[in-house]
């Protein structure tokens, strides 16, 4: 499972890459009382906020998906440039398998 969210999160961020840093003022009705809360527009965005605000509580009383989690977080943080650097690989060898003439 860890496998699914960390590609869906990763392929959605190169989706929205333009708009990962923009931000929204959404009003909600909490009790009774309009609150205003600034959110990110992308969704990969708000979804890594999300686990990262869930990290001190409910992830580090979870110690048996603890890793997944962080690999998840990883994944999100480092994963273009693994992208970039496959695509690399992969011209790479391409070009050396290519016959001389």
Known sequence: MANLVRFLVN?????EKDRLYETV?????????????E??????????????NLLPTMVS???ARFD???????AFGVGEAEEKTL?????????????DE
């Open 87 to 99: 695509k690399e690989g992969e011209l790479q060898d391409k070009v050396e398998s290519y016959p």
């Open 11 to 15: 392929k959605l961020k190169i989706i």
């Open 39 to 52: 959110q990110n527009v992308a969704l990969s965005a708000r979804f890594i906020n999300k686990a990262l």
């Open 61 to 63: 009383k979870n110690w």
């Open 68 to 74: 997944n989690f962080l690999e998840i977080i990883y």
């Open 25 to 37: 003022k959404v009003e909600h009705e909490i009790e009774g009382k309009k609150v205003t809360i």
